[in-house]
């Protein structure tokens, strides 16, 4: 995992104890705290796996007594019907960690499986596809973890990544050019400057004042392939803006380095994983109180 422990375990209790304010009323009263079942997650669809020592690290961290074995791994292709872990351990602590751990794991193999299928589009071109700062409060480091494992490439992490003048800061400050100087006088030799732009002209602007990386923001494929030839290598172009599935492949082949895609985090759907008993539910006499 290249997602830091301490982070991931932060996530999760905060998930935990946002499902289990007390104690869960129908395992905790329904079943003895000795009982043990065989339970597996398995796949009901076809996409990239992605989350699966974060949902091991559910099951440790909502109770004792479960082993985890998984059957995959981050970044596999998997299928309807594929066996993803196998667990055994204390039924209690896998009805309390269920949810939790689904939820992280459908959501990160639903960004991994989306941005996939980008990537898969535009092979053969130049262009990479990039994630956003679209994302949802508090995992962001896990969704753009999702998009490598799908394998994409990550956008800044935040604010302070790297420079990004974007059209209202541009207007505020009157243009690109007193913008991009200002910027340079405190920044340090290790920030680049990406800058939005909406025109050629502006285009044009931000090649004159040096920025690094240069977003076209909404253009039109034949705008975006002369931007590209005025461009000629002096900077990266990225490319954004109301980018669909069916107007990828024409955007990569306009020649832009990168492609970013605010839906790869912030509207993906979810991947189905269940998971299920692999021996029956526990008889009558098995319950507490009989």
């Known amino acids: 995992m290249e997602l830091l422990r301490s982070y991931v375990d932060e996530v999760i209790l905060r ?3 946002e499902d289990i304010t007390g ?20 796949a009901k669809d076809e996409g990239v796996l992605c989350g699966m020592e ?6 440790a961290l909502a109770g004792e007594g479960v082993s985890f074995t998984a ?15 196998t667990m055994h351990g204390k039924t209690r602590t896998l009805l309390k960690g269920e949810r939790t751990a689904l939820n992280l794991l459908q959501h990160l193999s639903g960004i991994a499986t989306e941005t996939r299928r980008c990537v898969d589009i535009v092979a053969g071109t130049n262009a990479s596809i990039a994630d956003t700062r679209k994302c949802m409060v ?12 799908g394998g994409g490439k990550n956008h800044r992490f935040n604010l302070s990544d790297g420079a990004m003048l974007k ?4 207007d505020a400050c009157g243009g690109i050019l007193p913008a991009i100087t200002q910027l340079r006088q405190h920044i340090g030799h290790m920030v680049r400057i990406e800058v939005e732009v909406r025109t050629l002209d502006e285009l044009k602007e931000a090649l004159e004042a040096k920025a690094d990386i240069i977003m076209l923001d909404n253009m039109d494929n034949d705008t975006m392939r002369e931007a590209v ?10 490319a954004s803006g109301g980018i669909t599935h069916d107007t990828l492949r024409g955007v990569a082949e306009t020649g832009v380095d990168i492609i970013s895609i605010g839906a790869l985090t912030h509207s993906v759907k979810a991947f189905d994983i269940s998971m299920k008993w692999r021996r029956a539910v526990p008889a009558a006499d098995s319950l507490r109180g009989r």
Request: with cysteine; glycine share 6%; aromatic share 8%.
């Open 167 to 170: 059209d209202n800061h541009i």
């Open 54 to 59: 974060i949902a091991e690290r559910v099951f």
């Open 229 to 238: 030839r005025i461009t000629d290598g002096r900077a990266m172009l990225e």
């Open 138 to 149: 508090g995992i962001r480091a896990m969704q753009k973890y999702a998009v490598r494992c």
């Open 71 to 85: 059957q995959a791994k981050d970044g596999d292709r998997v299928k309807y019907g594929d066996i993803l872990a």
């Open 15 to 17: 998930a935990l104890h």
């Open 23 to 42: 104690m869960d009323i129908t395992s905790d009263f329904l079943l003895d705290e000795a009982h043990e079942s065989d339970a597996y997650l398995m």
